[in-house]
């Protein structure tokens, strides 16, 4: 005796274009419709998953200030530091927010004049110029109080700097202080 199974076809009824019981056909076919965008989630995950292993860039040392500019109107400076960036990734410098004091006192903001951008896995010396328009009295109060008469000066600097890898964003905190011969 043989037995017959049913399934599409058999018992009269119409013959369907899947082969397999309708609720698994129509789960794979909106599988089928989902795929690309998961993969590509999936794709876009793992390609920006370097940017969670994220370690510290260091800045080593100043090599060198130097005061390019000095006038009732403002303030030019070039710092050349030695910065470690220890990541798998070039680090773009935009949007710093710079106090820049001199003796310890306020003088102005400073302005970022080039973009600065961090080679992945090194350690190099750059080159950071920066610019300054004065504060009102500023410069004044510090030429009557004869600060800047004197061989040296104390140059600080301190705020924040945003990095940028790829999409990601993050502002971070600095302060340095420096003495600068004329």
């Known amino acids: 005796m043989r037995t017959q199974l049913a399934g599409p076809g058999v018992g009269g009824r119409r013959k369907s274009r899947w082969q ?9 076919c909106f599988c089928r419709l989902r795929l690309p965008s998961a993969l ?19 800045l080593q040392d100043i090599t060198n200030v130097q005061v390019d500019q000095l006038d009732l109107k403002g303030i030019a400076v070039r710092i050349d530091a030695r910065i470690n960036n220890p990541n798998g990734y070039k680090i773009h410098l935009l ?8 003796n310890g006192k306020f003088i102005g903001k400073g302005i970022l004049d080039t973009a600065l951008t961090l080679q992945k896995r090194s350690t190099q010396i750059y080159s950071i110029p920066i610019h300054a328009e004065v504060a009102p009295g500023s410069l004044l109060g510090l030429l009557l109080s004869g600060t800047l008469n004197s061989k040296s000066v ?9 990095g940028k890898a790829f999409l990601v964003r993050k502002r971070f905190p600095f302060e340095l202080e420096e003495e600068v011969v004329f």
């Not at 590509?40 to 260091?58: D, G």
């Not at 949007?95 to 001199?102: A, G, M, N, R, T």
């Open 20 to 28: 397999v019981p309708w609720p698994l056909a129509l789960s794979s």
């Open 40 to 58: 590509a989630s999936c794709l876009f995950v793992l390609f920006f998953s370097s940017c969670l292993s994220y370690e510290q860039v260091e």
């Open 95 to 102: 949007d710093p927010d710079v106090d820049l004091f001199i």
């Open 154 to 162: 104390k140059l600080g600097a301190k705020g924040t700097v945003v």
